[in-house]
Structure formats: C-alpha cells, structure tokens
C-alpha cells in the first residue's frame, strides 16, 4: 500500500471518530438550542409566565391580597387586619369576578412583557439588582372611576348576616340618632346599604392613598462583584446555548472534507450518523420527559425557600418550560432522523459515477456510443449498394456542394 493509500485509511479513520462524536452530541446540542431558545427569548418568556401565572391562578390571589389585605394598605398594621377582615368570607367564585372587575384588559400582559425585559437589561447592563416593578396606576383609575361601588357590593354581600342583637342595636341608633355599629355582618334594609355606601368610602379613600407601583428591587446579599460573576456566566451560558449548533455543522463539513467523494458516499457519510443522531434525540426527549418531575420534586424544598407564591410560579413555569423544550428537541430529532434516512436511501440508488440506476441501452463506455457486438455474434450482412449509373455520373453536383 502507498503513501496514498495510508494517508486515505488516516483521512477514514479520523472522519468515523468525528462521525461518533456527531452523534454523541447532537442530542446535546439540540437540546442546548431548544432551551436558548425558550429561555433567553423575551417573547417566549413572557408568554411562559403570562399562561403559568393566568392558569394557576396565583396572579388572582396574589393582586387580591396585594390591592385589599397586606402589601398597600396605608399605614399598614390595622388597615391590614381590617381589610383581611373584610375579604376573609368572599368565595373563589367571587375573588375571580372581583379581579376581573379590578385589572383592566391587557394588564397582566404589559406588566409581564415590561419586567421581563427589565430582567433581559439586567443580564447585559451593570447594576446589581434588576428594576421590577408593577404599575398599578391603570387599576387605581379604573377602580376610582366607577369600580369601587360594584367591589363594596359584592364583599357586603359574602359576609355573613349580623345577629338578631346587632340588628336591633342598629335600629335603636337609628331612632335615637346615634352613631350606627357595623361589624363584619350583612345587615338588613335600609343598614345594608348604609354599610355598602361606608364600605365605598373607605375604599376610595384607601385607594386613593396607596402606592402607584410595586417595586421588588431588593438588596441582594451577595457582593457586587459576586452578581457581576454570575451575570458573566450567564452571559457565556446564553452564547454557548445560543452557538452550539455551529458545532454538529462543522463535524459534517470536516466529514466531507475527509471522505466524500461522491453523492454515494454522501449518504453512508452523512445519512447513517444523521439517523442515529436524530434517534438518541428522540430517545433523550422521551427520557427527559418521563423524569424531570422527579428532578423538580428533589428541589421543591430550595424552592419553598424563596416563598409559596414563588414556589408555585416557579413550578408551573419549569412545567411550561419543560414540556416546550422536550417538544422541540422531540420535532427536531425526527427531523433529523428523516433527513438522514432519505439521504441514505437516495444514496443506495446512485451508481458511483453518479448517475441512478435505472435501465438503459448499454453503451461504449469510451463515448457513450452503443456498445459493439459480442465476439461470435452474428449481426448479418449490410445491403449492398447499387452501383452509380453514367446518367448520374455525368451530372453535375447539388446542394452545398453544387
């Protein structure tokens, strides 16, 4: 064997290791770039967020306590207790139609999009902490403009009814002119709407006097220089998920480089780690897909760490999040596997010359002219020609010629 012939076996063996290494990490790269796309696209996470927190319901409860309990009351304190109170009998039912009352349309989307995009800044600028805040402006205009009466209505009428002895010490102040006692109780007429009327006023004035925004920009405990680290290893993160796509690409161009000569070789070279590649995909989505509950259930506890109502966003979201990147991976490694197989099978078809193999005339291979006769066969007798007459030879020639 020659140099040639050695330098061709090294060139052989070098494209089947690289061969081996595509398909070991296709299955990671595909994933790699299904999550960047989910993770670090301001689209899909806000979308990811607005459907987690819309369909657990979580943003309902979390806006109730926030608007009417703790988190704005004025003075905080008592006004707390008082409003806590006054919520404490309203039934789910009856919590969902009053945030539908409350939050205007298109509300949770806005304020999503707009933290989201804050966290995307943060990524890339210098501060320690991102700014996420909530505006809540829109519902304090809606609120003040007509939606506080429908409100007090609707909490007065989930208390329970005020006892016979409260009853009548309402209406003893009532003839007597006296201040009238209410407590967390449904009165009768006519102190029933007095009470929804009071209700009103006290909400107004409440509202009127509580923040216009949420602002959960707190301090962190870790160092600048510390954030700024991990801010950097995301950052590599995000490229590295976003480029290592680049690098199956680049195993298939040194392939070809190595051994492909011909469209032949194409589908043994590209077809046959295209189909295995694409199958571990598929397998590696199946695996991740039956096993990542057990993975969020060990980590529940670091969690509940970070709050309840965190927790459970945090949940929902990795579900959303999960199911999206297994359903890409899924997709794109049959693509794959499809891809690879048609080439494969397109390649089997192709003579070495590169033509298909379908039945012809066979020819001369010299000059595609028919090929000449077996030897021994017999291929007749030509006919003769008749020979030229004096008439014919006498005349003078035509055509171009004449």
């Known amino acids: 064997m020659g140099s040639s012939g050695c330098l061709k076996q090294i060139f052989r063996i070098i494209a089947l290791l690289l061969a081996v290494l595509f398909v070991i990490t296709l299955p990671f790269t595909v994933t790699s770039q299904s999550a960047s796309q989910m993770i670090f696209s301001p689209e899909a996470v806000t979308n990811l967020v607005s459907s987690s927190l819309l369909d657990s319901g979580l943003l309902e409860r979390y806006m109730l306590d926030a608007v009417f309990q703790g988190d704005l009351a004025p003075g905080g304190g008592a006004a707390e207790g008082v409003f806590a109170d006054a919520l404490q009998y309203l039934s789910p039912a009856e919590r969902q139609t009053m945030i539908q009352q ?77 201040d009238l006692v209410f407590e967390i109780c449904e009165p009768p007429e006519p102190f029933r709407t007095r009470a929804v009327e009071i209700a009103s006023i006290t909400f107004y004035e409440w509202i009127r006097e509580s923040p216009s925004s949420i602002e959960f920009q707190e301090e962190s405990e870790e160092s600048f220089e510390e954030i700024m680290a991990l801010k950097e290893q995301v950052r590599f993160l995000r490229a590295i998920m976003s480029f290592g796509w680049f690098l ?117 291979a010299r000059a595609g002219f028919p090929s000449e006769p077996e030897p021994g066969r017999d291929v007749g007798v030509p006919p ?19």
């Open 102 to 178: 409350i939050v205007p349309d298109g509300w949770v989307e806005d304020q999503i999009s707009t933290s989201v995009e804050s966290i995307f800044r943060w990524i890339d600028d210098e501060s320690p902490t991102p700014a996420i805040k909530l505006d809540l402006i829109p519902i304090k205009d809606r609120l003040i403009d007509g939606g506080i009466e429908d409100i007090a209505d609707t909490v007065v009428d989930s208390w329970p009814s005020c006892s016979p002895e409260l009853v009548n010490m309402m209406r003893k102040a009532a003839v007597q002119g006296g």
């Open 248 to 364: 199956p690409i680049a195993l298939l161009g040194l392939i070809m480089a190595l051994s492909i000569r011909s469209l032949r070789n194409l589908g043994s070279w590209w077809g046959i780690p295209m189909m295995l590649g694409g199958f571990l995909t598929v397998i590696a989505a199946l695996i991740v897909s039956g096993n990542w509950q057990e993975v969020l259930a060990r980590n529940a506890p670091f969690l509940r760490e970070s709050g309840e109502v965190i927790a459970q966003v945090a949940k929902f979201a990795m579900n959303e999040l999960i199911d999206s990147i297994v359903g890409r991976t899924f997709f794109f490694g049959l693509v794959i596997m499809a891809l690879g197989a048609g080439m494969f099978i397109i390649s089997r078809i192709i003579k070495r010359d590169g033509t298909m193999e379908l039945e012809s005339q066979p020819t001369d």
């Open 384 to 402: 003769s020609v008749p020979p030229m007459s004096k008439d014919d030879a006498d005349e003078p020639p035509s055509g171009i010629f004449g």
